[in-house]
């Protein structure tokens, strides 16, 4: 072949590749943004898809405050009291005020709210109410409830619930914290209130040894109280150990009602 068609057709051949890998590189770039695209869409609202429907976003029902009304009085005789009331919301938030002189308090709730009510007067027994305004049945915004308070007598005995001790031993526990920081917190309120701590525990054990044990333990509890400022002159203290068993029979179980700490009140 001619030298002349050798070049010439050399030069088409390059011709032929250059526009083809030309057209493929286009092919390629096109896929790659076709590709890029729908990973785009994937992540995005499709714009293809003109006629979307949005569904409603849920109602959102605002909290609102409820008045809480309440009325403390006496016990016996429905006279009202101007009774000291504490509030405290599951963020221990406390709120605080004193009834009207016709035992009426009012206080302004949110109604998603639960409450502890702790309320006291001079020479009754503290009440301790919670209250769940999701769970009280109530129309309105107002939401009512009368307390009635029982005076302390002298003589009256009182059983201090949730005071424990390691077995066999005298140290107060600290899941006996808060019953005992009632305590002083109702002598505090009544200066003039003396009263005689009394140990008792289990039947079953040597009778000198139980004795001793339970006197051990009211003094732990006294030395607690006068730790929170009550004077020492005003708490006395006894043993009983096993002799005034609250339960008498001989079921084990049973047996744990006679480890507790009462206290008589010996002045008002």
Known sequence: MPMLKIILHISATLITLTSFSQGLSDSISKEHAETFAVHHHDTDIDPKITNTETSPLPEIIPYKDVLLALKIVDGETNTPLQASIITIAQSNARGQGICDTEGKFHFNINNKSVIELHITHHGYHTQIDTVDFQKEHFSGDIY?????????????????SNIYFEQGKDAVLPTSHLSLNRLADLMKLNPSMVIRLEGHTETQGSHKQLVELSLRRVNSVRFYLIQKNIKTSRIKTVGYGPNKPAYTGKDTKLQKQNRRVTFTVIKL
């Open 144 to 160: 009512t409830k009368t307390y009635k308070l029982n005076v302390f007598r002298k003589g009256e005995v009182v059983t201090l």
